[in-house]
């Protein structure tokens, strides 16, 4: 793992075209189109500014910043139901040094809201009247491993009955597995890539046997109508997504993101880290003599995650997210804090500093 360099490392085509005269700078998102990233990056950037490009994979977009092709990218970090997004934790620790130059510059967060998307065929359409009688009861048959399944939020807007397969990403499906298990329980389901993938394969099966767990954004690019709505088990259900840029923290780099996401000159506004890093673990409390180094310099621990390093078996990095204001707007604090952990671990890796966007 790389060690800490010095203190100045610190802190599709859009609808929409950047205007006339403007450099277009490209964000480069995890795609395809009508995706949740896609989502987040258009009500973080501006797009009279900026021209958002879907990638196809998370790593596309880390390619894409690190060869400057892109300005900044936009990633799924965190899911508030599900946890964190392996692959992206793995291209931050960057175990190969393909991306050396990425850090981590800004979040967003945005509720998910999942519904269920097909084509809903004349002759299954049904009165609102007749649609009560026509539905499940909206509980699940108790079994022996689930002998007191979840009670679904929501119910079908029209008969279910034809659907023999739906398509979406491994999570939507965690997460909507009351409504899955009560509705369309013996339903074949085919993993994709994403939920705007599962919604642009369902798009093309004029037979109405197939459905998506997908956005109501995606109804706006596809041809699709929404057959139930509201379907994730949680109501707070919500995604963290990060934006990444190439380099560290400085004024001319600061100067193209939107104002809510600038950190320099607002010592007002709390800030969060994000650093990586492996200790001996076969010395006696080394994980517990790493994360006192936060206490003791008054950092804030508010995440921390491991992966495989691939060293060897059994050895992990540790990414710790943490946050504060003075203490990561000062460089010189922050630098004691971090001087003290390169004491202390087998090698770290400062991964940026941005503004807190969590509504609390």
């Given at each position: ?10 802190p ?36 009279t500014r ?19 092709s892109a ?10 139901s ?7 934790l793995?291209?931050l ?9 990425i850090?981590?510059?800004g ?9 269920l998307?097909g ?12 649609a ?64 705007s993938?599962?919604?642009a394969?369902?798009?093309?099966d004029?037979?109405?046997?197939e459905?998506?767990?997908?956005s ?15 379907i ?28 809510k ?13 994000l650093?990586?890093f ?6 006696s ?9 936060f ?7 508010t995440?921390?995650?491991m ?23 000062d ?6 804090a971090?001087k003290?952990l ?13 503004i ?5």
């Amino acid at each position: 793992m790389q060690k800490m360099h010095t203190r100045s490392d610190l802190p599709e085509r859009p609808l929409i075209t950047p205007t006339s005269g403007q450099a277009e700078k490209v964000i480069a998102y995890l795609g395809p189109l009508s995706s949740y990233t896609h989502q987040a990056a258009a009500e973080s950037f501006d797009q009279t500014r900026f021209i958002l490009e879907p990638q196809i994979s998370i790593r596309d977009v880390f390619a894409a910043v690190q060869s400057s092709s892109a300005s900044f990218g936009v990633v799924p970090y965190e899911n508030s139901s599900n946890g964190h997004v392996s692959y992206t934790l793995d291209l931050l620790i960057d175990r190969d040094e393909d991306f050396p130059d990425i850090q981590v510059c800004g979040e967003a967060y945005l509720d998910v809201k999942h519904c269920l998307l097909g084509h809903i065929l004349e002759t299954t359409r049904l009165e609102n009247s007749d649609a009560k009688d026509s539905f499940s009861s909206g509980n699940a048959t108790p079994t022996t491993n689930v002998p007191n399944p979840r009670k679904p939020r929501s119910r079908p807007l029209t008969s279910l009955q034809r659907i023999s397969r739906i398509y979406s990403h491994p999570q939507a499906f965690g997460q909507c597995e009351a409504f899955l298990s009560t509705y369309l329980k013996c339903v074949e389901r085919k993993e994709v890539s994403s939920t705007s993938k599962a919604a642009a394969l369902v798009a093309q099966d004029l037979s109405g046997t197939e459905a998506a767990i997908s956005s109501r954004f995606a109804t706006d690019v596809h041809p699709l109508d929404i057959m139930a709505e509201d379907i994730q088990d949680q109501e707070d259900n919500s995604t963290r997504f990060l934006m990444i840029q190439k380099g560290t923290v400085n004024s001319e780099n600061q100067a193209m993101l939107p104002k809510k996401l600038q950190i320099i000159d607002r010592s007002e506004i709390n800030r969060k880290a994000l650093v990586a890093f492996s200790v001996n673990h076969d010395a006696s409390g080394a994980l517990a003599n790493a994360l006192m180094v936060f206490k003791k310099h008054e950092l804030n621990l508010t995440g921390i995650n491991m992966r495989p390093s691939r060293i060897r078996p059994w050895h992990y990095i540790f990414l710790v997210e943490f946050e504060g204001k003075k203490e990561l707007e000062d460089p010189d604090l922050l630098h004691l804090a971090l001087k003290e952990l390169d004491t202390i671990t087998e090698g770290n890796k400062w991964l940026g500093c941005w503004i807190d966007r969590l509504e609390k």
